[in-house]
């Protein structure tokens, strides 16, 4: 099976689908895995480790999607990048079908089969692949750096020889 990465195109998306470790094991397994170019630039991994793990750089995305039998991705394809999918491809990301149903119907449209990795019920049996806790965790940690850096003051308790910074005081909203 051809397995496709494509470089994210969501503004501010800095995540990429795949990491050269679980590019190696799907060769391993006996897939071949293509990867943009660049796709992992934003996460600080270059084509060069995507290559050590035996992965094929692409140019370009027509040449990735032309060539795909499964395409990978994390945010939702735009519209461009459904246009790009041909029937009986499969894409598997974070799709939001659920809060976009025209992208569920375009992709019913052109025959592409759509696993929307934020419809993994978050059950025990299938925490391995539950990618909504994995990545609320990420944003909430990421949450708590932005804050502690915009705050006037100082996050933690700070003794030194000049005397004592009390610790800030925040209040923390989430659901889940």
Same mark, same amino acid.
């Given at each position: 099976? @051809?397995? /496709?990465?494509?470089?994210?195109? *969501?503004?501010?998306?800095?995540?990429?689908? %795949?990491? #050269?470790?679980?590019?190696?094991? &799907?060769? $391993?397994?006996?897939?071949?895995? &293509?990867?943009? @170019?660049?796709?992992? =630039? /934003?996460? !600080?991994?270059?084509?060069?480790?995507?290559? =050590?793990?035996?992965?094929?750089?692409?140019?370009? $995305?027509?040449?990735?999607?032309?060539? /795909?039998?499964?395409? %990978?991705?994390?945010?939702?394809?735009?519209?461009?990048?459904?246009?790009?999918?041909? =029937?009986?491809?499969? &894409?598997?990301?974070?799709?939001?079908?659920?809060?976009?149903?025209?992208? *569920?119907?375009? %992709? /019913?449209?052109?025959?592409?089969?759509?696993?929307?990795?934020? %419809?993994?019920?978050?059950?025990?049996?299938?925490?391995?692949?539950?990618?909504?806790?994995?990545?609320?965790?990420?944003?909430?940690?990421?949450?708590?750096?932005?804050? $502690? =850096?915009?705050? #006037? @003051? !100082?996050? #933690?308790? &700070?003794?030194?020889?000049?005397?004592?910074?009390?610790?800030?005081?925040?209040?923390? !909203?989430?659901?889940?």
């Amino acid at each position: 099976m @051809k397995i /496709a990465v494509p470089r994210e195109t *969501a503004e501010g998306e800095a995540r990429v689908a %795949l990491t #050269p470790q679980s590019a190696a094991q &799907l060769i $391993a397994d006996g897939n071949q895995v &293509l990867v943009e @170019k660049s796709a992992g =630039e /934003a996460s !600080f991994i270059d084509d060069a480790a995507y290559r =050590e793990a035996g992965a094929t750089i692409v140019e370009d $995305a027509d040449g990735l999607y032309r060539d /795909a039998d499964m395409v %990978l991705r994390v945010a939702r394809p735009s519209e461009a990048e459904v246009g790009q999918l041909r =029937e009986g491809q499969v &894409l598997v990301g974070t799709l939001g079908t659920l809060s976009n149903p025209k992208l *569920a119907q375009a %992709l /019913a449209d052109r025959k592409v089969t759509a696993i929307s990795m934020d %419809l993994i019920p978050r059950i025990t049996r299938a925490q391995s692949m539950d990618s909504l806790s994995s990545q609320s965790t990420v944003a909430g940690y990421k949450a708590v750096l932005i804050a $502690a =850096e915009r705050l #006037p @003051k !100082f996050m #933690p308790l &700070l003794t030194t020889a000049a005397g004592t910074v009390r610790p800030a005081r925040v209040l923390v !909203f989430g659901a889940g």
